[in-house]
């Protein structure tokens, strides 16, 4: 199928090479000539596995790039909305970049096409999007709004968008749904799995998905209710890991046993320094605006919310408790990240922490696999940034573990141990056995679990011991 994407950012990039992986033909459109001329020269903006091989692979042949979204409208059979929403002050959505979209696609509404709104969106989004490009003249009969909204997660965007738990497709009739039905296609009927390029499939991936086809208020009610809940869980599990502090019990323990019961699930029952990123965070505020402006006042997201500020706000009373005082101590901070396999630092709990620290006085000194470009524009007076994780913690008061990166789960404890002041690390995300770390000589405490001492040797005073 001819397919156009609106918007060149995270969601577009990847919906438009996984299009086109799939076998269709793409038009991605953008109105910034410089990310255009970026993305024709082959730069990939965004870190995101697979996602380069996907454009190298498709790039001037079953994907181009466009400022034009008249003409790219005219020559597709569907239109993928996928621009931003940003959250306004009051916390409902930013519509105006969609609204603008449908305003110049209504100049290319010849021949049925249907228009696909890919961002995340409140409830009633689509109703609009139909009436501004019935009122810029457009045909009712050539045209349905269909809503299609997205589960992706950065970081494993394109294997998320290739393996999906489920498709979910909001329509108001049989003919916008049967369009649908044909561009995923190749992911419903099972023949992209078959295919020796495809995309590694992940280990829990089940194949081939379901497609749910819905209203497109319910699709849009979908995406709000499904961020808003996993967002829901892991606020869920940092409360149940504060009362494990208060009564000496082991979370990790408690979500062996909690996630094993198939109706809870173990997966988002992780406890760390609360949740962050461009998405739930902004989703969770604007459910909780879209639920009122209709009447309801969900105040359970208010409370998630206030869990995950709160979070972030005990791991530092946490270091100070350990620390005693802030002022002039050397920090090493290892992930600035909102999680692990990103660049991503939107509303990332780590970079916060760093903040508040930087306030406090500490000297900084910090590494991340990926974010440190990003971190360094936001980042400016009080801190370092260092080549790796052992350079970080070389002379450290304490080392901190802010995000989930995996080379921060595998690091040489030995190695680490000689380059520190004190063996003390702070684990935000429990990436780490107790036991394990208190073998290697750390005082280990993490979130949720009974900390673990042992005696803090500095490693200049162990140094000496040994060449004695
Ligand atoms: C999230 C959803 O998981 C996607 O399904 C959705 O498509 C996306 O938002 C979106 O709306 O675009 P994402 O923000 O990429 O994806 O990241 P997640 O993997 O969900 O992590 C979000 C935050 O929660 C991170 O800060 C992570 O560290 C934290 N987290 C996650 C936990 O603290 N504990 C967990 O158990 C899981």
């Known amino acids: 199928m001819r397919i156009a994407v609106v918007g060149s950012g995270y969601v577009g990039l990847v919906t438009g090479a996984c299009f086109a992986d799939l076998g269709h033909e793409v038009v991605l459109v953008d109105n910034d000539e410089k990310k255009l001329t970026a993305l024709r020269d082959g730069e990939v903006p965004i870190h995101e596995k697979f996602l380069q091989e996907l454009l190298t692979r498709h790039r001037g042949k079953r994907i181009q790039f466009s400022g034009d979204l008249q ?4 020559a597709s059979e569907a239109v993928f909305i996928a621009v931003g929403t940003p959250p306004t002050e009051s916390g409902d959505a930013d519509l105006s970049y969609v609204e603008s979209v449908a305003r110049e696609i209504s100049g290319g509404v010849e021949g049925y096409k249907v228009v696909v709104e890919k961002s995340t969106v409140p409830v009633y989004t689509s109703q609009w999007i139909r009436t501004i490009i019935l009122r810029n003249g457009a045909a009712p009969s050539q045209f349905d709004v269909a ?38 296609g190749p992911l419903t009927s099972g023949w992209y799995y078959g295919r020796t390029e495809a995309i590694p499939r992940p280990e829990a991936a089940k194949t081939p998905p379901r497609l749910i086809v819905t209203s497109t208020k ?47 699930g173990p997966r988002f029952l992780n406890p760390g320094i609360g949740y962050g990123g461009s998405c739930f965070p902004k989703d969770l505020m604007a459910f909780r ?3 009122k402006e209709n009447g309801y006042d969900f105040r359970l997201l208010e409370e998630v919310h206030r ?29 600035l990240a909102f999680k692990g396999g990103t660049d991503d630092i939107r509303e990332s709990p780590a970079l916060l922490l760093v903040q508040e620290l930087l306030r406090e006085g500490c000297h ?14 936001v980042l400016t007076a009080g801190v370092e940034f260092a080549s790796d994780a052992y350079a970080a913690a070389k002379g450290a008061d304490a080392v901190l573990i802010l995000t989930e990166w995996e080379e921060f789960a ?29 073998e290697h000589g750390f005082s280990y405490y993490s979130v949720g679990r009974p900390a673990a001492l042992t005696e803090e040797v500095p490693a200049a005073v162990l140094k000496k011991k040994e060449r004695a």
């Open 71 to 74: 003409a790219a409208t005219r």
């Open 147 to 184: 809503s299609n909204p997205e589960f992706l997660r950065e970081g494993t965007a394109v294997t998320d968008f290739m393996y999906p738990d489920r498709i979910v497709v909001g329509v108001e009739n049989e003919r916008a749904a049967e369009v649908m039905r044909q561009i995923y």
């Open 218 to 264: 319910s699709a849009e009610l979908i995406k709000h209710a499904s961020n808003a809940f996993l967002a829901m869980k892991i606020s869920f599990i940092n409360a149940v890991a504060s009362i494990c502090e208060s009564v000496g019990a082991n979370v990790q323990q408690v979500c062996d046993g909690v996630g094993t019961d198939s109706r809870i």
């Open 289 to 291: 605006a879209v639920a």
């Open 307 to 335: 869990i995950n500020e709160e979070q972030r706000h005990r791991f530092l009373r946490k270091v100070r408790s350990v620390l005693w005082t802030f002022r002039g101590k050397r920090l090493a901070v290892l992930g």
């Open 364 to 377: 900084v000194c910090a590494y991340d696999p990926a974010a440190m470009e990003r971190a360094k524009e």
């Open 410 to 438: 595998a690091l040489d404890l030995e190695r680490l141990r000689a380059l520190v002041k004190y063996p003390i690390v702070l684990d935000g995300r429990n990436l780490y056995d107790p036991a394990v770390m208190v």
